[in-house]
């Protein structure tokens, strides 16, 4: 299986630059050299984002380990700063599996350039409460019919709380949304349903440490 997403991996960055097999030798040295070229225009132009995907492109065909892992963690520090997240995660997966025992691998794996913690919004539950949409959390005026203790709740919207409704000749027929109960059967009574939150996935957000982030992509440029 992961062999198989690095095989995609390897395909999406090799759009547009397909050797020929008979040279793949010959390309693996000259991709080493491009890698260094290709970091030496990076330190005076480190937010651009193309000499990102060179190098990213270039990394998948080195086959020296230092050379390679730090390119691949320049890659993955550098796509992190310019928020694609979706970049990084791709050099940090060839990272984690091409060049595993690598010094670069270690260093990320021991920097928590991501930290997780639980949404502000939805405390961790993944759930927000919103208006009930059948009462809209209005409690109806008191009419002097409802049962005593019902006076708080939140009554059925269809029947203003009375449990039924004027039916042919005037004759009252139970109420066909709360079927009598008299009190908004969406939220119970309380005004207010529970909706998935709208800012989290799981209960958890993702922050990244730029300024840590920025400090390990600078170290790696320079080394
Ligand atoms: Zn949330
Ligand atoms: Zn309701
Ligand atoms: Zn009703």
Redesign the pocket.
Known sequence: MQKFIVLILAGFWAVGGSMDASFAGEAAKDSAGSVDAIIAKLRTSPSDASLLDALAKAALSVQKEDVKSRALAICYTGYMLLNRADMAEKAKRVLDKDCAMSDYKHILDTNDVVVVGNCEKCNGTTKIDDV??????VVPKWTGDVAPNMQNA?QC?ACQGRGSKPGVGGKPIQCAKCRGMRI??????????SIACKICKEGKTRNVNSLKLRTLYNGFLQE
């Open positions: 009930c949409p059948d009462c809209r959390g939140t919207s908004c059967t969406k939220c119970n009574g309380t005004g207010k349903i």
